[in-house]
């Protein structure tokens, strides 16, 4: 099992900015995709972004303009930069790694369920 180490969120206004990390110990992390996800009470989780392990990247078309991702293969992190945060963004988000090749596609990326590794989630909360 691995184990991804969350950090970040908060109390925010809408129009501010937030910055979540996930650590990891894992050896092969490069070889990971990383993703994440958020899940608003009684919604479903929902894709956010994912980062392949040579740093490309894909988002869903609503989140693109204002959500970044990004790794670090050396310090084992990833992180997720949100902009103009909105009160819909308010949810719980949770990092996550799988092993999904050199190049998944879009779609293999956003599908929750082939992730078997999860951080244990942070709080963001965006008042209006």
């Known amino acids: 099992q691995v184990q991804l180490v969350q950090s970040g969120g908060g109390l925010v206004q809408a129009g501010d900015s937030l910055r979540l990390s996930c650590e990891t110990s894992?050896?092969?992390?490069?070889?990971?995709?990383v993703a994440w996800f958020r899940q608003a009470p009684g919604k479903e989780r929902q894709f956010v972004a994912a980062i392949r392990g040579a740093g490309s990247t894909y988002y869903p078309a609503s989140l693109k303009d204002r959500f970044i991702v990004s790794r670090d293969n050396d310090q084992k992190t990833a992180s997720l930069q949100m902009d103009n945060l909105k009160p819909e963004d308010t949810a719980v988000y949770y990092c996550?790694?799988?092993?999904?090749?050199?190049?998944?596609?879009?779609?293999?990326?956003?599908?929750?369920?082939?992730?078997?590794?999860w951080g244990q989630g942070t709080q963001v909360t965006v008042s209006a």
């Open positions: 894992l050896r092969t992390f490069s070889m990971y995709t």
């Open positions: 996550a790694a799988a092993q999904l090749g050199r190049y998944p596609t879009d779609h293999t990326m956003g599908d929750k369920r082939l992730y078997r590794n």
